[in-house]
């Protein structure tokens, strides 16, 4: 029976979260509770917007690394033009949000593909580029719009002690962007390009596709579902601090390859970013409920990652081996 069961790296991991989600429920059973399970969706929904943006330029062979700052960027300017504008509606917040992430997306993609500089280099210095303003808005200044959003609920229940839960609004921007973004990987030309691209530039030069607008037009797209971010972020937390996300940029990118998304380009799935970047949530959640202290997340992200990408490299050299057997 074991094996029938599919050897991939997403069964791996649903297995280590089942195995890990039962070890925290015999510590401590509140772990299980529909409390802590919502909030640990609703907490984990924006870093999961983040991880399927650094999956498409890993799987394209880039490294980003400016992303949290366009996301926090393009949140923050959005409630500054929303406070500035008088006009407190959320749909407007998500226009200019997604508008910013755009045009920052833009940049980034215009010094990649059109100045050929490296990704890591390009982003780090857009990373710095794209801080804006100083001033820190508190919960009393936040408008409305934003409030609202992060106290909404799809569905409510009442718990037996009286209080009520429900299922964050916030999973409904993750559904529709995980649903296109799979659509446009699977489905299209230019998802097949990114992949392309990823495996190899020249290859995909000498098969006709257009690396240059393939490029810009990616970065673009991780830019605006980084101002859906921005959006989140902010009503999430109540308040808005030009730096807030910034720093926490390996964090995702190390959950996106213990999802299984090689760093070299060319290889990975939306499923494998979304467990990583689960199991990491879940990591970052039951820590208290361990007994343990904020510092041993760097500690276990370091060493599953360590352990992901070696067996990857495993399983990658036993295909090879095959392959030239075949051969």
Not at 6 to 22: A, D, F, G, Q, R
Not at 119 to 147: D, E, W, Y
Request: proline share 2%; with cysteine.
């Amino acid at each position: 029976m074991l094996k029938k069961i599919p050897k991939t790296n997403e069964m791996y991991l649903i297995i280590v979260i089942i195995i890990y989600s039962i070890i925290v429920t015999m510590v401590n059973k509140s772990f299980m509770s529909v409390e802590n399970v919502f909030d640990i969706l609703r907490s984990g929904t924006g870093q999961a917007i983040l991880g399927v943006g650094v999956l498409i330029v890993l799987l394209s062979g880039g490294i980003d690394v400016s992303f949290t700052a366009i996301a926090i960027s393009s949140g923050y300017i959005a409630v500054r033009a929303i406070m500035a504008l008088g006009i407190d509606s959320l749909l407007l917040a998500f226009v200019i949000s997604c508008t910013v992430g755009l045009v920052f997306g833009a940049i980034n993609g215009i010094i990649i593909a059109y100045f050929k500089i490296p990704t890591l280099i390009a982003t780090l210095g857009t990373l710095n580029l794209f801080h804006v303003g100083t001033r820190s808005v508190n919960a009393a200044q936040m408008p409305k719009c934003f409030i609202n959003f992060g106290a909404a609920k799809i569905f409510t229940l009442t718990t037996a002690r009286g209080s009520t839960i429900g299922l964050s609004v916030f999973i409904i921007p993750l559904i529709a962007v995980i649903l296109f973004t799979w659509f446009l990987l699977k489905y299209t030309m230019l998802g097949r390009s990114i992949y392309a691209i990823g495996n190899s530039t020249e290859s995909a030069l000498r098969a006709g596709i257009n690396v240059v607008k393939t490029q810009l037009f990616l970065y673009c797209y991780v830019g605006f579902i980084n101002g859906i971010m921005g959006v989140i972020t902010v009503s999430e937390v109540r308040w808005v601090n030009p730096v807030y996300l910034v720093g926490t940029e390996l964090t995702v990118i190390a959950a996106v390859v213990i999802g299984g998304v090689k760093l070299t380009g060319g290889s990975g799935t939306i499923t494998g970013a979304l467990l990583g970047v689960g199991l990491i949530t879940i990591l970052n959640s039951t820590l208290v409920l361990l007994g343990l202290s904020s510092s041993w997340m760097d500690l276990f992200v370091g060493a599953i990652m360590i352990i992901s990408i070696g067996y990857t490299s495993y399983q990658r050299k036993i295909e090879n081996q095959r392959l030239l057997n075949f051969m």
